[in-house]
């Protein structure tokens, strides 16, 4: 009847109580992302759930058998579980636009705070790749799940929110890249000290020199880093490899050869040690290290050389070339075992 009349009861009510639910979506949005925000604050980044994937799907393939969840993680899912819920008693398609908007918000806010925490460098990097995993969970795990969720309160596809996975999908890219930058820093700061007594020794190059204890530790880092990486199903060769990558762009800036507000002043047999122990970690990381690294490698042992010379110019002791290098090398290995080096399978 009053259809009849021109006026049109569905137009109006949604213009009377528009305002109202729109607010309250916000609202909402709001208190979860503060949740969340708190979540992430108390989180410890264990595992505390993992969440078993049908066989054969391509979420298996990305995960494998399990989807591995922090506590912040499980509670972004069950707070998007929720809100779709609350949303199917008051939901018209004039709210489409600010549900996408508040979801795609609560979402998003989650992935900047895993940024920022990765960005402090305040958690260890076994810590760090439960991050990098989580945050692959948010989006290619938590966001479909979401999706179909709203699908069913507005009957109809909501495409924007399955694009959002799309649209995200090089952010994990981003955090990885944050994270071998971090690593690089830990541990290049942690085996590298010029002003060391390791390459300030003044002792005899001889026989019985092998890698240095650092960077045998170091290898055995890389080999635990390995494992984990693997169980998470994350990128070994763009993990392992960009940090490797970053390790040695931080060796070549002319700060790092500065101690103490010092020039580093190498000994005859701490040069030595440090083309030793980088000709070591190359051999071990093997098809890890980039044409890149070995390049920038080479060049920080050139540096050590160069200074070695201009500060020793009347050196009459021998230099030891490749081949004593090599057989240093091998001499190590042989003595750590054949399942030291890093290759095809983890580090032991």
Known sequence: MLGHAGLDLKFMLDQEFFPDLTQCIVKYENRIVKLLNKAIAEDNFDVIKNVPLEKGSAMEKLFGENVPLISSVAKL???LSEFCVELKYIVME??????????SAIIESILKQFLLILRKGEIPPSKGL?????????????????????????????????NLESRLEGFPGTLQ???????AQLLVFSTFDFGGEVYLSTGQVDESMGPSK????????????????????????????????????????????????????????GVHQLVLDTHFFLKVCGPL???????AANKVCEKALRIFFASHPSNDLPMMGRQWYDSKVKDTLNQLGPNFKLSSTAAK
Not at 95 to 103: E, H
Not at 134 to 143: E, L
């Open 289 to 295: 290290v980039s044409k890149v690294a070995n390049k």
């Open 77 to 79: 899912d069950r707070h």
């Open 214 to 269: 650092g960077v045998v530790e170091l290898v055995r880092e890389f080999g635990r880093l390995d494992r984990e990486i693997r169980s998470y199903k994350l990128e070994r060769q763009a993990i392992l490899g960009g940090t490797i990558d970053h390790m040695f762009y931080i060796m070549l800036d002319d700060k790092f050869w500065v101690v103490n507000g010092r020039s580093v002043n190498f000994s005859h047999k």
């Open 94 to 103: 004039t709210l489409y636009g600010q549900v996408v908007t508040s979801v």
């Open 177 to 183: 890249e944050v994270l071998c930058q971090r690593w």
């Open 130 to 162: 439960i991050v990098l995993a989580n945050t692959q969970a948010v989006i290619s795990w938590a966001i479909p799940r979401c999706a179909a969720n709203l699908d069913r309160v507005f009957g109809r596809t909501v495409s924007d929110i399955h």
